[in-house]
Structure formats: C-alpha cells, structure tokens
C-alpha cells in the first residue's frame, strides 16, 4: 500500500537549509569525509540540535511543521517528540497547534514505571511524530510504532531534514506511515552550491553519496 503524499513549501525547504548551513548544523566537508560512529565515510555532518539555540531558525522550523500538519493532518490530536532531537521541536509544534504533546523514549526508563512515552497519550489518538533528522528511517519509524504499540494511531512523521537514503523510504512504505522533512539532501546541495559553501565540481561526488554511501570514499 502505498503511502500519504505530504505537500511541502519550497521556498521553507531553501530557508530552512540555509539556515543550517549558516549556523553549522549541516556541514559539507567532500574532500575530507566525516566518520560516523558506524564507520561510514560521509562528506555531510548533521547536528540539528544546534537550531534550539536560534530563535528565528527555531520560530520557523516549528511554524513549518505546524503547517505540515494543519495541511496534512487537520484531525491531529498528539504531538509526539522522538528523544532527544524532536522533543522542544514537537513541544513548540505543539503550542502553536494547541494540542497535547508526549514524547517516545529511545528504550523504557529502567525505574519506576518503566515507561516507553511520557505524557498522556490514550488509544485511538491520531498522533503525528516530530524528528529533527531522519536517516535510514529506523529509530524514526520505532518511535511511530511505539505510539501505535500504545493503542493510539501514528499518522506520520516530519522532520527537520532527510539524506534521502533509499533505505528510508522503503521502510516507510514497507511501515505505510507516510513522512517528510522540511528540507532534504537534494535542496541542501543547491542552496550550498548558490552560496559557495561547496563547488560544481563537487556536486557529482556529493549526490551519489545519498544513493549509495556505503561506497563513499572507497
């Protein structure tokens, strides 16, 4: 079954990456990758927390999502916030939409209650999920599936930005939860190249990375 088509705003999509290439939560770097902690080599480095220490790029990151699901997903009822990234995200999300907020642990506390999602979230609810990165999907798509583990009804999830790996839309497609980001690999590419951040002739290397980055670097 295929998945919901969600409508995003281009010209967010361009501020948005603009806005995370002039505070440093993107940065380009093809010919001297990074090195991810599952020792894969990429030319991107993405650290969307920093966009909390903004308030302009923060105002419009959450007036962005809330527009997502005004559009997407008027009977909204929860906001979810995945750990850690997503969570002031969906709770400014959240203010402006006047809806509940939770958020969904990475694993359950090991006291207490032991609970996977904090805050009152009670079956049926449609819930959307809030991520500030998605990257082959997998621990956006365990958050979505905890909230419908708990009885309530997972609609999507947004986030701030997307690699655009492969691997991410198949599980989500495999999952039918749609998803979206407010800016993604693709538009981060032009926008870096129209400011100088990269090179034309960087733009080969750098686009077939997302396709397949397991060969990056080799």
Request: one cysteine or more.
């Amino acid at each position: 079954m295929s998945t919901q088509s969600i409508k995003t705003n281009p010209q967010l999509a361009e501020q948005v990456a603009s806005s995370l290439l002039q505070i440093g939560a993107v940065a380009l770097r093809p010919d001297q990758p990074f090195t991810w902690t599952s020792g894969l080599k990429s030319p991107i480095y993405c650290d969307n927390r920093l966009t909390i220490s903004y308030p302009d790029i923060r105002e419009a990151i959450a007036e962005g999502f809330a527009a997502l699901v005004r559009e997407n997903f008027p009977d909204a009822e929860v906001i979810a916030g995945a750990a850690t990234g997503g969570i002031p995200h969906a709770a400014w999300v959240a203010q402006k939409l006047n809806l509940p907020m939770v958020y969904v642990r990475d694993k359950a506390k090991g006291h207490g209650k032991e609970n996977l999602i904090e805050g009152s979230i009670h079956p049926g609810q449609k819930t959307v999920v809030i991520e500030d990165l998605i990257s082959t999907g997998g621990s956006s798509l365990k958050v979505a599936l905890a909230v419908n583990d708990a009885g309530a009804k997972a609609l999507g999830v947004l986030g701030i930005f997307s690699y655009q790996f492969e691997k991410a839309t198949a599980a989500f497609e495999a999952a039918n939860i749609p998803f979206e980001t407010l800016t993604n690999y693709s538009i981060l590419l032009d926008v870096a190249l129209q400011q100088g951040s990269i090179q034309q002739r960087d733009l080969e290397a750098l686009r077939s990375w997302s396709s397949n980055p397991s060969e990056y670097g080799r």
